[in-house]
């Protein structure tokens, strides 16, 4: 009795069952029935073979356009790792989307940051498909080359030379619903062709209170490797960009994020075409409103955003907003927050027209307002430009630029046409003196003009130790001089 009390509970609640159901000893061969498989009724169980076909068929369907990315970048070490080195090469992987049939592919701009070589391995079912049909064999991976990069979405463009590759299309995600299924597919810890089965647990998750991107969340097992791979739905449609996983333990513990597909949609057509991506803004300043803000300055609604300030010749101050109006919603949505506004600005072109709805005192009206172009930002475009091995120049600890007709989009108006932008540069300097700084402009040595990196390389490596370097550099459009003297 005492083996007995220490069984599990529900061998307790069997055990009974099982001795009424028992054979007693030497009854076993009287008249017994051929025993069969223990199989469920087969009527009852055509829903779920339908529920798993179907599971079949967008696996299938959807990852012959998920590809494997590898890159090799060159990285900043950290301290702990610093062998007096720049840059150190780094081999990592990620996923992909095939957008279209000529091979534009879409991913996050962080699987493909600081690449020095990108390189696509198709799905193996593509493969498997190009052989049958006798097309040419993807049985290696392709080189691809560096379309675009949009650090603010995380989202970048690379693009191989194939034709008639498998694609696949964006969904609405604004019609997502919580407890959608959805379905992860991509290439998690590098294992190639993985699918992974979730639910949506949240529309638009904010991450971050300042930042005005939003995110899917899943519960779909996402792990490293799978970002730049399909969220999808059940129709087979790309409603997310799988990019990355709250954690503790290092793994999936059922909590991804993935770019709605809608801002996603924007971002790579600008990329696709254009190479950057330009952005809206109002031209104004706005809080969400407090209990306490509505109650001190006697607001008529206690929601919103109020606008604490206009820029002059601004997009808003045109429309005709005024500083202490409320923003109570855009584009026929409410507005509650600061950040929903920055949200679905965020998502449209400058030059677009949206319906601003304001409260001015007890007065409610609605505003077109034309955005314009944000400006800012551009200065972390410059690593992307960036060769490892003809840009650095070790003697200044930096990551040099010529100054380009590509680089020139990026800067401001410069001083002079010629000379060096800092990309990027060390931690700690390998001189003595003030640091150079990300974005300055270098246009001469010793008041030696320096026209490109190649002439700087030369001349900083041609001073002797202890010898002074006094360095013309433009500085958020001032020009001054940093004196430097070699360790």
């Known amino acids: 009795m005492a083996g007995l009390l220490r069984l599990p509970i529900y061998l307790l609640l069997i055990l009974p069952l099982s001795a009424q159901n028992s054979t007693p000893v030497g009854e076993s061969d009287r008249g017994t029935e051929t025993k ?17 076909a179907s599971f079949e068929e967008i696996s299938q369907r959807s990852g012959r356009a998920v590809v494997q ?4 970048s060159y990285v900043t070490p950290d301290s702990s790792q610093n ?9 990592s992987s990620g996923s992909g989307i095939i957008m279209t049939p000529d091979g534009y592919i879409l991913t996050n701009a962080h699987v493909v940051k600081n690449a020095h070589s990108i390189k696509v391995q198709v799905n193996i079912r593509a493969e498997a498909e190009a052989e049958e049909q006798g097309s040419r064999q993807f049985n290696r991976p392709i080189e691809a080359t560096l379309i675009g990069v949009d650090r603010d979405t995380d989202l970048a463009v690379v693009k191989i030379d194939r034709k008639n590759l498998p694609y696949l299309e964006f969904g609405d995600s604004d019609q997502l619903k919580q407890g959608q299924v959805v379905l992860a597919l991509g290439n998690p810890l590098g294992l190639d062709n993985s699918v992974s089965l979730g639910v949506v647990s949240a529309v638009a998750r904010q991450i971050k209170p300042d930042d005005p991107m939003v995110y899917v969340q899943t519960d779909a097992p996402i792990n490293p490797g799978n970002s730049g791979g399909p969220l999808v739905d059940a129709d087979g449609r790309v409603v997310g ?18 770019i709605p597909s809608n801002i996603a949609r924007e971002v790579y057509a600008q990329l696709k075409t254009q190479g950057h991506v330009h952005r809206a803004q109002l031209g104004l300043s706005g809080q969400t409103i407090t209990p306490a803000m509505a109650e001190g300055l006697d607001l008529e609604t206690d929601h919103g955003v109020i606008v604490s300030d206009v820029a002059d010749s601004g997009a808003a101050a045109h429309a005709g907003i005024k500083p202490d109006d409320i923003i109570v919603g855009i584009g026929g949505k409410r507005i509650a927050t600061v950040h929903q506004l920055q949200a679905d600005v965020f998502r ?12 001015r005192e007890s007065e409610r009206m609605d505003l077109p307002v034309v955005t314009e172009e944000e400006k800012g930002g551009e200065l972390d475009q410059l690593a992307d430009l960036v060769d490892p091995v003809k840009n650095v120049v070790s003697q200044l600890g930096i990551v040099g630029l010529d100054i380009t007709p590509q680089v020139l989009k990026l800067m401001p108006e410069l001083r002079r046409p010629s000379g060096v932008v ?16 990300v974005g300055d402009v270098i246009y001469a040595v010793n008041r030696r003009v320096v026209n490109n990196v190649e002439q700087l390389e030369q001349m900083v490596s041609q001073l002797k130790p202890g010898a002074p370097a006094v360095l013309l550099v433009e500085r958020d459009g001032t020009l001054i001089y940093v004196a430097l003297e070699f360790d």
């Open 36 to 52: 069969k498989p223990a199989v469920p009724n087969p009527t009852k169980m055509d829903a779920l073979r339908q529920l798993s």
């Open 69 to 72: 990315i590898f890159v090799r």
């Open 83 to 91: 062998n007096g080195q720049l840059l150190t090469a780094e081999n």
């Open 241 to 258: 960009i799988d990019t990355f996983i709250l954690t503790q333990s290092g793994g999936s513990e059922g909590i991804g994020f993935a």
């Open 348 to 359: 449209v072109k400058p030059g677009t027209k949206v319906t601003v709805s304001i409260q």
């Open 422 to 437: 800092v990309a990027a540069r060390q931690s700690s300097a390998p001189f003595s003196g003030p640091p150079l700084e």
